[in-house]
Structure formats: structure tokens, C-alpha cells
């Protein structure tokens, strides 16, 4: 069945540091591909999506693109803050609105 | 516009009780789903319900967990009797339409944490 395997931490940066979070999925179809976070002490929220192969998808700073060929999207930013301090999960559906399937899901701890 | 509300937020139970979480979707959202996340793993799917119909409900672990959704509005997930593996944080899920539009968003509730002792 589909599976999503994200990089294990957790990751510790510096401040300004640059990020990568590695995710590499398996799937029979063509699914969305998504980033989400969650703060502490808050729920998960959307980061970032691409529905189709060569889509980028972007905010706050964040990045990933939708490799079809590596199966990949790994999620990066130039510049880590504090604030960006929680943890990641990279997941696919077979369309945005539907079921997901998660990876396990990345702590990031940016120190000042 | 309200979120997807979840309740309680917190739960701490003893082996053998049981506990009863709701979800409460975003008005007028077909779709409702439930997940889990267990010891810091990956965040599992554990059903779907189209209105007040389960359309999957392949991830439920067991007959102890029983999910439903009466009048197609707010969810109920008890869990009877609970055991210590059971332990984690319940998510809740909604999106609009059950039509697969590449613009469609789900959203997510703030999550229980359930601890079972």
C-alpha cells in the first residue's frame, strides 16, 4: 500500500541555519503531497501542498517540490527561526481534501 | 469561522474505563475523518465518514473502539474498555465535499491526549 518515510530526528539548528527534512513516499497513483506542522501545544496545521508531479509549494519561508521521478518531497527553508520549532510531518492523499497517510513525522528544535 | 473543535482536550483514564472524545467539524463539511498518534509515531488513519456514513473505517485497531457520527454533524469516538496501548493524541479532521477538486482543504482539530494508566 502507499507509505510515506520521513527523515527521523530530532534536528537541532542554529538560528539561520538552513533546513532539509528529507520524505520519500510510495504510491500506486498520482496522490497530493503535503507538509504539515505542528507547534506546541497546537494542532496540526497545513504547511505547504503539491498536487502534480513538478509543483513547488510554498510559505512562510518553507519550500518543497513534487519529484515523481526520485518519489520525493523534501521540505526546506534558507533561514530557520526560532519559531519555526515544532514538529514536521510529510503526507499523501489520493486528493487534498481526503484521507492522509503520514510519516513519522520530524522534531525540529531551532536554537537561538 | 469556527474550527474543528475537539473535547476534552486532555483525557487521563484508568485501564478498563471508558472514555468518550467528540469532534465537532467545520459547519456544512461532509467529510469527517479521525487519526492517532501513538508514543511519538506517525500520525495513523482510523476512519472516514461521508456524512453520517462510515466510508472507511479500515484503520479502527479493534471492536473496542466504536466511532459515530448520528444526523451527520458532530463525531463521538469512545474507546470501551481502554487499555494502556490506546494511549496518544486523537485528531480530528474535516473537509467539504466528498468531490475529489484539486482545491479542496482538510482541517484539522487541536487534538485529545489520551492517557490511559
Known amino acids: 500500500g502507499d507509505s510515506v518515510t520521513q527523515m527521523e530526528g530530532p534536528v537541532t539548528l542554529s538560528e539561520e541555519a538552513f533546513l532539509t527534512i528529507n520524505c520519500t513516499y510510495t504510491a500506486t497513483g498520482y496522490p497530493s503531497l503535503f507538509w504539515y506542522v505542528q507547534y506546541p501545544g497546537e494542532g496540526l496545521q497545513l504547511l505547504l501542498k503539491?498536487?502534480?508531479?513538478?509543483d513547488k509549494g510554498s510559505n512562510k519561508g518553507f519550500e518543497a517540490t513534487y519529484r515523481k521521478e526520485t518519489t520525493s518531497f523534501h521540505l526546506e527553508k534558507g533561514s530557520v527561526q526560532v519559531s519555526d520549532s515544532a514538529v514536521y510531518f510529510c503526507a499523501l492523499s489520493d486528493w487534498p481534501g481526503g484521507k492522509l497517510i503520514f510519516g513519522q513525522g520530524t522534531e525540529l528544535s531551532v536554537k537561538p | 469561522e469556527a474550527g474543528v473543535t475537539q473535547f476534552p482536550s486532555h483525557s487521563v483514564i484508568e485501564k478498563g474505563q471508558t472514555v468518550t472524545l467528540r469532534c465537532d467539524p467545520i459547519?456544512?463539511?461532509?467529510?469527517l475523518y479521525w487519526y492517532r498518534r501513538v508514543m511519538g509515531k506517525e500520525i495513523k488513519f482510523l476512519l472516514h465518514f461521508v456524512k453520517e456514513s462510515k466510508q472507511d473505517e479500515s484503520g479502527m485497531p479493534n471492536n473496542r473502539f466504536l466511532a459515530e457520527r448520528t444526523g451527520g454533524t458532530y463525531s463521538t469516538l469512545k474507546v470501551q474498555p481502554a487499555e494502556l496501548e490506546d494511549s496518544g493524541v486523537y485528531f480530528c479532521a474535516s473537509s467539504q465535499k466528498p468531490d475529489r477538486a484539486p482545491n479542496e482543504k482538510l482541517f484539522f482539530g487541536s487534538g485529545t491526549q489520551l492517557s490511559v494508566l
Open positions: 503539491a498536487t502534480k508531479a513538478d
Open positions: 459547519s456544512g463539511h461532509d467529510n
